[in-house]
């Protein structure tokens, strides 16, 4: 059974920083693609990053860019999103997602974690 959980959320001052990461577990952690994707209130489920199996292809929302970092250590079966300069509108639910290859659509993942809750004041 995949199991992927998430980890590092919590209430943070605009300007601030968080580090979030997703511990996986039920299939071999090197062999699939990860993404990040939020979801806040009222709205749809959007992409925010995705990484390979090996790391060596990354891509982000262009919201996210040069604010946020993707990473995987593939030995402790764990990807992390590191976010600093964040936003009040980067408030939502942060989830990590599996899949077969990067992808920004939500279509390209089969299992999902619970979330974990952002909350950015102003």
């Known amino acids: 059974q995949v199991q992927l959980v998430e980890s590092g959320g919590g209430l943070v001052q605009a300007g601030g920083s968080l580090r979030l990461s997703c511990a996986a577990s039920g299939r071999t952690f090197s062999t699939y693609a990860m993404g990040w994707f939020r979801q806040a209130p009222g709205k749809e489920r959007e992409f925010v990053a995705t990484i390979s199996r090996s790391g060596g292809y990354i891509y982000y929302a262009d919201f996210v860019k040069g604010r946020s970092t993707i990473s995987r250590d593939n030995a402790k079966n764990t990807v992390f999103l590191q976010m600093n300069s964040l936003k009040p509108e980067d408030t939502a639910v942060y989830y990590c997602?599996?899949?077969?290859?990067?992808?920004?659509?939500?279509?390209?993942?089969?299992?999902w974690g619970q979330g974990t809750q952002v909350t950015v004041s102003s």
């Open positions: 997602a599996q899949g077969g290859v990067p992808a920004t659509s939500t279509l390209g993942y089969d299992y």
